[in-house]
């Protein structure tokens, strides 16, 4: 029995497949398939049964759950213990490209003048579902990402943001912009595939927005200069857009807002860690 076996089998537990849970954990489904099996023929016994397209645990199988998610909440306590120990205190926070602006430019900044002892570390991820998995792995001790998440996470929401229009002032468009005034837009874009690009599509997609690609690319630094050439426009959040000279920021209508959270699983959080979900909350907005 390891602690990679027993975190596969909390996991499957709480997704109710072993897909879902292996895609939470960023690990191959035949790998925690294999990993499940190998534990309950070392046990002696089924821990899951199969039920429609998923998995419910037997009963001898709560009890193992439950008993594993103590085991590994002590292993959590010890870890963040021994951070602590010799090296200073460390923060480790997960972020996707698109909110790390969040952290870098505004909370961390100030917390660190406060804590001038705490090393922080930012842990970069593609997409909400990597923010998840590096929250729940331990890579991270918190998260900053857009809500809702799943709820076999812990989350706190300390602002909201707006998502506007930017275009090119040539553009001729009625503020705030509708859907309907959208139809055709050539829109700059993050590249296809990409966990940003899906979140992208999602969204254009509740709003029933039909636009054209007109640039694929993930330079992020190049995409308002792109704007300015005429090449497109971007959806982006407004607090998010520093320099608008040579651009047009328009809002949407009806408005699309985005709430921003900090999250974390549900162990005992390191004490740095709690302090600055606290100085979030109320430094924030």
């Known amino acids: 029995m390891n602690l990679r076996q027993l975190r596969y089998v909390v996991a499957t537990a709480d997704h109710g497949t072993m897909t879902s849970a292996a895609q939470a954990l960023y ?105 998840g998995a590096a929250v729940r792995s331990g890579q991270a001790d918190l998260a900053v990402t857009d809500l809702p998440v799943p709820g076999d996470l812990a989350a706190h929401p300390f602002d909201q943001r707006e998502v506007v229009l930017i275009s090119p002032p040539a553009l001729k468009l009625r503020d705030p912009v509708s859907p309907a005034a959208m139809e055709g837009l050539r829109l700059i874009v993050p590249t296809r595939g990409t966990a940003r690009r899906a979140e992208l599509d999602a969204m254009l997609g509740a ?56 999250v974390h699983a549900h162990r005992p959080l390191p004490q740095v860690a709690r302090e600055f979900l606290a100085y979030a909350k109320e430094h924030g907005s």
């Open 27 to 131: 690990v191959a489904q035949p790998a925690l398939s294999r990993a499940v099996r190998e534990l309950e023929r070392e046990l002696g016994i089924e821990l899951f049964a199969r039920s429609g397209r998923g998995v419910v645990l037997t009963a001898a199988g709560e009890q193992v759950v439950r008993q594993a998610r103590i085991a590994l909440e002590a292993v959590d306590a010890i870890e963040a213990v021994t951070r602590g120990q010799g090296r200073g205190s460390e923060l480790r926070i997960a972020a996707t490209p698109t909110l790390e602006p969040e952290l870098t430019a505004r909370l961390l900044p100030r917390f660190a003048r406060d804590q001038p002892a705490v090393k922080v570390r930012v842990v970069r991820c593609d997409g909400r579902e990597a923010v």
């Open 207 to 262: 709003i029933g927005a039909n636009v054209v690609v007109a640039v694929e690319s993930d330079e992020r630094s190049a995409w308002p200069g792109w704007v300015r050439a005429g090449r497109g426009s971007l959806l982006w959040y407004r607090n998010q857009v520093e320099d608008t000279e040579g651009l047009v920021v328009r809002s949407l209508m009806p408005p699309v807002t985005r709430t921003i959270g900090l």
